[in-house]
T-cell receptor, first 108, second 113 residues
Framework: SQQGEEDPQALSIQEGENATMNCSYKTSINNLQWYRQNSGRGLVHLILIRSNEREKHSGRLRVTLDTSKKSSSLLITASRAADTASYFC????????FGKGMKLTVNP | NAGVTQTPKFQVLKTGQSMTLQCAQDMNHEYMSWYRQDPGMGLRLIHYSVGAGITDQGEVPNGYNVSRSTTEDFPLRLLSAAPSQTSVYFCASSYSNGGTEAFFGQGTRLTVV
């Protein structure tokens, strides 16, 4: 059964705007990961945040983790048309369990 | 360094036929897994392996078999294809079981008619 659930399920923004995606999960985790999937392609790892971390940055990506609320957010700043993709959160311990994903559309 | 390679990219099967989806990785990863992706369902784990000779079931294992005779290869076998197995299949590998990033193949789009 899916552990993570992304919210919103779909988001459409203009280029240059920020995009925020949320992930809620149900059980204790060791880490939480975010992945991107371009249409018709495999998933690509974006960032991993461990359960003892609260915030992590990678380029235009900022991830936060609140283990007390069992939630995470992914912020993409200054979005580009190339950021158009589906985004998934995945949780561990053990085997990765993925959410259903959310579709981000960045309009030029 | 090719990463994770899946073959074939597309396949059409008739109900009842069997086939093997191939997956190979060249990163010396111990952990490999198979997922299926269906519209609105995200990725669901079929089978996984924590090393050569060791496999285990995931969330949706029925109708699929796996084996892991080498570190590099993790084939997925459909024993008797059913229309419900129409899906996109992804193979992934990682250094450890969930503790590090996973690398995905490009997927196999399977249609069972």
């Amino acid at each position: 059964s899916q552990q993570g659930e992304e919210d919103p399920q779909a988001l459409s923004i203009q280029e240059g705007e920020n995009a925020t995606m949320n992930c809620s999960y149900k059980t204790s985790i060791n880490n939480l990961q975010w992945y991107r999937q371009n249409s018709g392609r495999g998933l690509v790892h974006l960032i991993l945040i461990r359960s003892n971390e609260r915030e992590k940055h990678s380029g235009r990506l900022r991830v936060t983790l609140d283990t007390s609320k069992k939630s995470s957010s992914l912020l993409i700043t200054a979005s580009r048309a190339a950021d158009t993709a589906s985004y998934f959160c995945a949780t561990s311990p053990g085997k990765l369990v993925f959410g259903k994903g959310m579709k981000l559309t960045v309009n030029p | 360094n090719a990463g994770v390679t899946q073959t074939p990219k597309f396949q059409v099967l008739k109900t009842g036929q069997s086939m093997t989806l191939q997956c190979a990785q060249d990163m010396n990863h111990e952990y490999m897994s198979w997922y299926r992706q269906d519209p609105g369902m995200g990725l669901r784990l079929i089978h996984y392996s924590v090393g050569a000779g060791i496999t285990d079931q995931g969330e949706v294992p029925n109708g699929y078999n796996v084996s892991r005779s080498t570190t590099e290869d993790f084939p997925l076998r459909l024993l008797s294809a059913a229309p419900s197995q129409t899906s996109v299949y992804f193979c992934a590998s990682s250094y450890s079981n969930g503790g590090t990033e996973a690398f995905f193949g490009q997927g196999t789009r399977l249609t069972v008619v």
